[in-house]
């Protein structure tokens, strides 16, 4: 592991998000702050471990950071609060560049690509944004079956496409149009978390312990259901470095990568006892996981060593036990042959034909 940071429970990690193209990263955590670090992956101390270095830290929200996101360039750092305000800051130096309120419910989803920030909030509102924090469009979707927005991502080949999750519904929208483009039947398990991970597919994870597979096109009907978790939920997803994999972090401490044309597990890995709530990679394509009280940056190709392991210990203790079992056959067989008492009668012409 390249480094690791602890948080305790009366400031837990709330939001997490890594630089683009350098060693740096920001969080923001339940009670409003956010800080920014820097970090030298070649330059461990004595004890061999990677110590991240603090550029700046502030009392950005009156409540807690809800979400943190870099924009393309890593040049500006967008945060959301649960007081409901939105602030776009330099990511050099911390200091806030354009702020705006976005109404009184808390932030339960912010995303952005190369033209728009989006947000969602607690009251099932999504609100978009242009990069100045002009509001572009507003959609209300609450009603009888929607309250409340958990995810947003863009679509890579439209910039004016993003996917959505939200309650037990997976919407598309083309923020261009004030209706929503297409919406999902009813899933009937709420949706968490979710990712774009090519130009054909998004997966979300549900509340179940299943990811969902959708062509992006229709997202009339899942594609692949791969069970991750039997009594946890799927709280994040990650799109992998390869396109159609994902990384999946569940409520029972794992993370997983899939697979999601074939619906193949590829590796499982522990993080923690706790909930895996934050997954990215830094600069140089290593994974990020995090819950509320612990973040790990994991070695390059690390899980996947860590499953090969795992895996040749397992083949070992089955041919270590296979040969036990041959052992124990053999005893037995043994004990059989030393009961069979073979006599053998003298012949009484043996001095004659000597």
């Known amino acids: 592991m390249l480094f690791s940071l602890k948080y305790d429970d009366e400031n837990p990690l709330f939001s997490v998000a890594f630089h683009p193209t350098e060693p740096q990263f920001v969080v923001g955590t339940a009670t409003g702050w956010v800080s920014c670090y820097s970090y030298d992956s070649k330059q461990p101390n004595e004890s061999g471990e990677v110590v991240p270095v603090e550029k700046w830290t502030t009392k950005r929200h009156k409540g807690s950071c809800r979400a943190i996101v870099y924009n393309y360039e890593g040049t500006r750092v967008v945060t959301c609060g649960s007081e409901g305000v939105i602030k776009v800051c330099n990511s050099d130096n911390g200091k806030v560049i354009k702020k705006t309120s976005f109404g009184k419910a808390a932030a339960t989803a912010l995303s952005i690509n190369e033209e728009y920030i989006v947000t969602g909030d607690e009251n099932a509102v999504i609100t978009v944004y242009k990069h100045d924090l002009t509001v572009h469009q507003v959609y209300k979707l609450q009603d009888d079956n929607i309250d409340s927005i958990s995810v947003i991502k863009p679509l890579r080949v439209n910039k004016h496409n993003f996917v959505v999750g939200c309650n037990t519904f997976v919407l598309r929208l083309d923020v261009r149009k004030p209706e929503i483009a297409v919406k999902s039947a009813d899933q009937e398990d ?4 979710g990712c774009v991970c090519s130009d054909v597919y998004s997966a979300f994870g549900m509340s179940e312990g299943i990811l969902t597979v959708w062509k992006n096109k229709g997202l009339t009907d899942q594609q692949q259901r791969v069970k991750l978790s039997q009594e946890g939920s799927v709280d994040s997803v990650l799109a992998g470095e390869v396109e159609n994999t994902v990384i999946a972090g569940t409520s029972d401490g794992n993370f997983a990568k899939i697979d999601v044309v074939s619906g ?38 690390e899980p996947e060593q860590l499953h090969d392991q795992k895996l040749a210990l397992e083949k070992e203790k089955e041919k270590t036990a296979r040969g036990e079992n041959k052992k124990r056959k053999s005893k037995t067989s043994n004990k059989k042959n030393k009961s069979k008492v073979v006599v053998e009668k003298e012949n009484p012409f043996a001095d004659l034909l000597g």
């Not at 709420?190 to 978390?193: A, F, G, I, Q, W």
């Open 190 to 193: 709420e949706v968490l978390s």
């Open 264 to 301: 193949k597990v590829l590796y499982q890995i522990q993080h923690a006892a706790e909930d895996v709530l934050y997954l990215d990679y830094d600069y140089e394509y290593r994974l990020v996981t995090a819950s509320m009280s612990v973040l790990k940056v994991w070695d390059i190709n």
